[in-house]
């Protein structure tokens, strides 16, 4: 196959869509002011030699550190030069495919203090923070305990004699773990520890500011072990410094718990916060951000720009008339894989901008005292940070495995996003107890609703809508629906399996199965998801308009009608198919629904290009030789293997020593003196 057929397979299906990648740009990436200054920010990026990725794949980890420092100084350089906007640093940062040191600064350490801080800590440390003159991180998981917070070992015990703190890590288990930056870069951090009164009363864990490291010399101050971890799996994070740390009868001031919810006294009195999980809300605010993160990660590696593209100019099997192979996606057996995970990505980067919106609501209404929405954003952001991070991985490798052996090359740029991503599933909570969370919170609801009756159907909150079914509220599929190319029909099924769920989760509290939490929280987060793709959907003629808004109506009933595919095990075990309430003969009574998804991935594979082009991705930020916009997959593939260091030299450097005398005494035992 002639090698420009890549390129002229790429024009054919960019030609063949018939969707504008630039209103998609603008839609996804929030307006007609956001999309060009990210365009913008990214042709600085690319153009600087310190951001340029050519040979990374050939850097050990100590170098990736190095080389993320680097980037940060630099991007600070930049902001100062270009008078970019503290929003358009923290898009930069984002950009730039690779965990730099600043990120746990700036998602947790920054909004933390700045949130939760008491006047006299912003007052002193608040400007520096904001200028990056101080370095932080968060230091909450610990050796021995990391999702369960309440469990943690570190203490800060008050002195009323000195008016200080004095934190200790009383056991190894007791270290702090996995914090990032904490291993060589930070200066300072908040850090999660138990509050014991001079009472001896321990009354949980609490947020404290700290000094790490000196800011003449860098070295850490007396009291204070650090470190970094090690390397991480499959070369993870590595220019991130994930640390550990423990503290020896470390004393700060009293001014230095973080008290704008809850304080000591100088006597040592404990002044109680109003809402008892209000010291989470960081660990909120990130696990916020990482659905519109897990969104564009999908985006990148999976629906969008690297496992479609490639696909595309992919030939292999079946020959055609024209005597090509056929392409790669073209195959059922490969667009049902990519096309549902290009939906996930749209809808996720929405959902994660309308979280966004939420979280800034609540946290504007925790700042006078009101914490009205303090319970329902906990659930919300437990549900979607397990539903997003576990979609997100399994996309990945989705991604990487449709891709066949080339795949598996880090020129394909997957696996390098898989391995930074993989974390997602267990850190800010790991997933399986989150879940934990989400049917807690749906329990209660239920409770309140139906058993107890303190509660109505008009004070259900978004993320317990899914009950209103209980109450008949909700018309019945046939009278309601079109059949699966009504929406309606699959949020209606969602929120049905969600109460059902529920509903028998109460129903055998005192012995659950072992899989229960997290079926039920899945099938709660799914009918969440559900009417928010509702509400997107018939917000879509606002907001993009035109031929594009019919083209994403597909791609959102795509993932309407795959949430429903993968929930089938409850909704058939509950009998809330319709075909199961009409069907005489033993049959498929979910082949409609399979049927539909097919015909609906048919339907957009001529729009699947021009769907990855609207997020926006340019070549320099995939570092894909696979998912090049032009399609020339091959030549770059080649091109770059022609770097690797082992190519240097026809003879590699362990011949003599290694290779030479296997060889020989090989030749030696067969009985040859040579060959």
Same mark, same amino acid.
């Given at each position: ?65 190095? %080389? ?5 100084? %630099? ?55 904001? +200028? ?67 009472s001896g009363k321990d009354v949980g864990p609490h947020l404290f500011f700290v000094q790490l490291r000196s800011l003449e010399d860098h070295r850490t101050l007396p009291g204070i072990t650090v470190g970094d971890i090690g390397p991480k799996a499959m070369a993870g994070y590595a220019g991130i410094d994930n640390g550990y740390a423990r503290f020896d009868h470390v004393r700060i001031p009293r001014e230095y718990m973080l008290s704008a919810f809850a304080s000591v006294t100088p006597d040592g009195q404990y002044v109680q916060p109003p809402h008892a999980k209000l010291s989470y809300a960081g660990m909120m605010y990130i696990r916020s951000t990482m659905v519109i993160s897990g969104g564009w990660t999908i985006a990148k590696g999976e629906g969008a720009t690297i496992a479609i593209r490639y696909a595309t100019v992919r030939r292999q ?8 192979? +056929? ?175 529920? +509903? ?33 959907? %018939? ?40 075909? +199961? ?95």
């Amino acid at each position: 196959m002639a090698s420009n057929q890549n390129v002229a397979d790429m024009n054919q299906a960019r030609a063949r869509s018939s969707t504008d990648p630039e209103k998609l740009q603008v839609f996804l990436w929030g307006g007609d002011r956001e999309w060009p200054r990210k365009r913008s920010i990214v042709s600085i990026l690319s153009g600087d030699t310190v951001f340029d990725k050519a040979r990374r794949s050939f850097l050990t980890r100590t170098q990736m550190y190095q %080389r993320a420092l680097a980037m940060t100084k %630099r991007l600070f350089e930049l902001k100062d030069q270009h008078d970019w906007t503290s929003d358009e640093v923290n898009l930069a940062v984002k950009l730039i495919d690779e965990p730099l040191p600043i990120v746990l600064h700036n998602a947790a350490f920054e909004p933390v203090v700045s949130s939760q801080g008491s006047p006299e800590i912003k007052k002193q440390f608040g400007e520096l923070i904001a +200028q990056r003159g101080i370095i932080g991180c968060y230091l909450q998981t610990e050796l021995g305990h990391g999702t369960n917070v309440a469990a943690l070992e570190t203490t800060a015990t008050y002195i009323p004699e000195t008016r200080e703190f004095e934190l200790h890590s009383p056991t190894v288990t007791s270290s702090k773990w996995w914090v990032g930056a904490l291993g060589k870069t930070a200066t300072h951090g908040v850090v999660q520890a138990r509050l014991i009164l001079p009472s001896g009363k321990d009354v949980g864990p609490h947020l404290f500011f700290v000094q790490l490291r000196s800011l003449e010399d860098h070295r850490t101050l007396p009291g204070i072990t650090v470190g970094d971890i090690g390397p991480k799996a499959m070369a993870g994070y590595a220019g991130i410094d994930n640390g550990y740390a423990r503290f020896d009868h470390v004393r700060i001031p009293r001014e230095y718990m973080l008290s704008a919810f809850a304080s000591v006294t100088p006597d040592g009195q404990y002044v109680q916060p109003p809402h008892a999980k209000l010291s989470y809300a960081g660990m909120m605010y990130i696990r916020s951000t990482m659905v519109i993160s897990g969104g564009w990660t999908i985006a990148k590696g999976e629906g969008a720009t690297i496992a479609i593209r490639y696909a595309t100019v992919r030939r292999q099997g079946n020959k055609g008339p024209n005597g090509l192979e +056929q392409q790669v996606i073209t195959y059922p057996s490969v667009y049902i894989r990519l096309l549902p995970a290009l939906a996930r990505a749209y809808v996720f980067i929405l959902l994660g901008r309308n979280l966004g919106k939420a979280f800034s609501d609540m946290s504007s209404r925790l700042a006078t005292g009101d914490t009205s929405l303090l319970a329902e954003m906990h659930a919300t952001t437990s549900g979607l940070k397990s539903l997003v991070s576990t979609a997100a991985i399994e996309d990945l490798e989705t991604a990487r495995r449709s891709m066949g052996g080339h795949g598996f090359s880090d020129f394909a740029g997957v696996g390098r996003i898989y391995a930074d991503y993989l974390p997602g599933a267990t850190f800010e909570g790991d997933n399986f107890v989150l879940d934990q969370q989400v049917v807690r919170a749906a329990l209660k609801a239920y409770d309140a609703l139906v058993v107890r009756k303190t509660r109505s159907i008009s004070g259900l909150t978004p993320s317990t809508a899914y009950l209103r079914s209980l109450a008949e509220v909700t018309p019945s599929l046939s009278a309601a629906s079109r059949g699966w190319t009504d929406p309606h029909t699959a949020i209606v099924l969602l929120e049905r399996r969600a109460a059902a769920m529920v +509903q028998d989760r109460a129903k055998h509290a005192s012995e659950p199965d072992a899989s229960s939490d997290h079926r039920v929280a899945r099938a709660v987060t799914d009918a969440f998801v559900g009417a928010q793709v509702g509400e997107i959907n %018939r917000d879509l003629e606002r907001s993009v308009g035109g031929h594009e808004a019919s083209v994403l109506k597909n791609v959102y009933l795509l993932y309407l009608l795959t949430s429903v595919e993968r929930g089938l095990v409850d909704i058939v075990s509950f009998n809330l198919l319709p075909e +199961q309430a009409t069907s005489e003969v033993r049959s498929d009574p979910a082949r409609s629904l399979r049927m539909a998804i097919k015909n609906l991935c048919e339907e957009l594979l001529p729009e699947a290009i021009g769907l990855t082009d609207g997020f926006g991705f340019n070549d320099w930020e995939l570092d894909s030789a696979l998912g090049r916009y032009d399609g020339n997959a091959y030549e770059e593939l080649w091109k770059r293997t022609q770097m690797e260091p082992l190519n240097r030299t026809e003879v590699p450097d362990g011949y003599e020593e290694y290779i030479k005398p296997l060889l020989v005494r090989g030749q030696r035992l067969a009985g040859r003196s040579k060959l």
